[in-house]
């Protein structure tokens, strides 16, 4: 399963977030992407994981979980990577 994840720090790097989708199950690729907002960029990525039962336990776990300082959005997404 393919998951996005919004709101990203400019912080966040990729380890952290290997870290925290790995407590639920194997975590392939991810891809931090950054784009440009009115007044700061806007930074989210793209989580693979090959288990969709793990992919929707780390989802409901971590949508909203906070990972420095920020509320992350979490959700399947239909975009593959």
Not at 37 to 64: H, K, W
Request: charged content about 20%.
């Amino acid at each position: 399963m393919n998951i996005y994840v919004g709101n990203l720090s400019p912080r966040t790097s990729e380890p952290q977030l290997r870290e925290a989708f790995a407590r639920f199950g194997a975590v392939g690729k991810i891809s931090i992407h950054e784009q440009p907002a009115d007044s700061a960029t806007y930074r989210f990525c793209f989580v693979e994981m090959p288990g969709d039962n793990q992919a929707s336990v780390a989802i409901s776990a971590l949508n909203g979980d906070k990972i420095d300082g920020c509320a992350l959005t979490v959700k399947e997404s239909g975009v593959t990577v």
